[in-house]
């Protein structure tokens, strides 16, 4: 790949080879050379350590210092894909991923997705492309039949669902909706008095959230969680700090509760917490970004009761309903919440059918006025697959994480840290296999600590597999996620059986340090 200075004289552009910027039959030839790319890709992905293993700056290195003057082929960009890109890649698709939660990938999020890109269309109002604001409407009530949400979350019930990009901006607006509420009830001059609670364990989006609509960072609430009730909110514990705050002047605002936290998929007791909050008159977000998706399997739909006490819901269908990114489902009550404080109506954007307010703007429920056609992707997921399939491929995920926590309890060096909900399973080398004594002193404590780092690090250096960690009560644990589309039982057998490796390894190394 070269490239030249932009030193040229004006007239060499009018010389130079003119491009047509979209040919439909270059565009069907270039668009079928990347299909059988990306196929290949797929192909080969267990050729690919997991996790990449270059180092800081390496493509600089690989890639010119400036654009390039002149047109250059798809064959020769597919090649530095090839020969650069590919290899600065962390493969989230890999069946061999385990760590964080996947970004589930599917032949028909592909498809939608080329689709959504096809059409290009920028859906900031009904009139701007009709189709693309009713459809969201559909899904998104499609969405909360299979998730039985309480027919207040729909937009039959006054209710209703839009598609973001990510939890952040769904609470980002939510609690920025919450926010104009509550003061316009006890007065502007009230803003630094706003409290909002979460759990220690309640994912970091909370906290940024709380800084980006301007609440003061020390009115943050991260109230500590407890192995005793399996690391989910206490509301007793809720009701205390909420009671402390306000002996001391302060205004409860919103209530982050969690369905499934990101460390150990924790569940909060989603009735017994909306109780405290509506005592206090607070706003409840539900985040259930992963294990959301799980709710659409009746089996799993009880870890969701007690919704119908928030006033918004939020899930990922780009997590583990097979749905390439972007893709945040957000539902909310009171959709005149979200509008009241996120509306901007310029001239420039007026029109009919706006102003007869029987249409949805959905540039009134979100952050940016841009907005992607999301809703196209999500519905060919829906199509292509049906429930019975979605079902299936969730329960399937489940399944092979029983597979593996039965594997980890087989081997005494081992032990499940926290019980398993869903598809994750949390677990690390013993104490038992490490330390004799049941009573550990906090040396020994660092010390297991330090070698299960130590483990995961030995693991994810192989290349074979991908993990990530948590620490929760001090415990350093090594989460496997399952929850890759291309991930199969002998995938799961084969990262256990790496794991088995490297801990005797890791094991053997630290006997003969302690002897």
């Known amino acids: 790949m070269g490239s030249l200075p932009f030193l040229h004289d004006p007239l060499e552009n009018t010389s130079s080879h003119l491009t047509k910027a979209l040919d439909t039959e270059e565009f069907r030839k270039q668009g079928h050379m990347v299909i059988d790319f990306i196929a290949d890709y797929y192909q080969n992905i267990e050729k690919y350590p997991v996790l990449s293993r270059v180092e800081p700056g390496y493509l600089k290195k690989c890639l010119p210092e400036s654009a390039p003057y002149n047109p250059e082929s798809i064959q020769t960009i597919l090649q530095d894909v090839k020969d650069h890109i590919i290899p600065g890649l962390t493969h989230w698709q890999s069946p061999n991923f385990f760590a964080y939660f996947s970004s589930t990938a599917t032949t028909a999020g592909f498809l939608g997705e080329m689709l959504i890109t096809g059409f290009n269309v920028v859906g900031f109002n009904w009139v701007s492309s009709p189709a693309a604001t009713e459809l969201e409407h559909i899904v998104m ?285 949390c677990f690390r080398i013993s104490p038992s296999a490490i330390v004799s004594d049941d009573h550990y002193d906090g040396e020994e404590y660092n010390m297991v600590n330090e070698i299960n780092r130590k483990l995961l690090e030995a693991i994810n250096a192989s290349g074979s597999v991908f993990m990530t960690h948590a620490v929760v009560g001090g415990v350093y644990v090594l989460r496997c996620a399952v929850g890759a589309t291309l991930t199969e039982e002998k995938h799961i057998r084969e990262a256990w059986k790496a794991v088995q490796g490297q801990a005797h390894t890791v094991i053997s190394a630290c006997i003969v340090d302690s002897a």
Not at 169 to 198: F, H, P, W
Not at 251 to 257: D, K, T, Y
Not at 391 to 406: D, L, N, P, Q
């Open 141 to 425: 009530d499609w969405l909360a039949d299979m998730l039985q949400l309480p027919k207040s979350f729909h937009f039959s019930g006054n209710g209703g669902g839009v598609l973001h990009g990510s939890t952040c901006e769904a609470i980002v607006c939510t609690m920025a909706a919450a926010r104009d509420q509550m003061l316009s009830r006890i007065g502007s001059e009230n803003l630094g008095k706003l409290i909002v609670y979460g759990s220690d364990q309640t994912h970091s989006t909370l906290q940024k959230a709380t800084q980006i609509i301007g609440i003061n960072p020390e009115n943050f609430r991260a109230i500590k969680t407890t192995k005793s009730t399996g690391f989910a909110l206490s509301p007793e514990m809720l009701r205390l700090t909420i009671s402390s705050d306000r002996a001391k002047g302060l205004v409860p605002l919103f209530l982050c509760a969690t369905m499934g936290t990101t460390a150990t998929t924790a569940i909060d007791p989603l009735g017994a917490l909306c109780n405290v909050a509506k005592d206090n008159g607070m706003w409840v977000h539900v985040d259930a970004a992963y294990a959301g998706s799980a709710c659409i399997c009746p089996e799993f739909r009880h870890f969701i009761d007690g919704v119908e006490g928030a006033n918004s819901f939020s899930f990922n269908p780009h997590k583990w309903l097979f749905t390439a990114m972007d893709c945040c489902c957000l539902w909310v009550k009171s959709p005149s919440a979200l509008i009241n404080s996120l509306s901007t109506n310029p001239e420039y954007l007026r029109n009919k059918a706006s102003d007869t307010k029987q249409v949805v703007d959905y540039k009134n429920w979100q952050i940016a006025l841009s907005r992607r056609f999301r809703a196209l992707k999500l519905w060919l997921v829906l199509r292509s697959y049906g429930v019975a399939n979605l079902r299936k491929f969730i329960r399937s995920h489940v399944k092979m994480a029983k597979i593996f926590e039965g594997l980890v309890r087989m081997d005494n060096r081992f032990e499940i840290v926290v019980p398993r909900n869903f598809s994750l399973v």
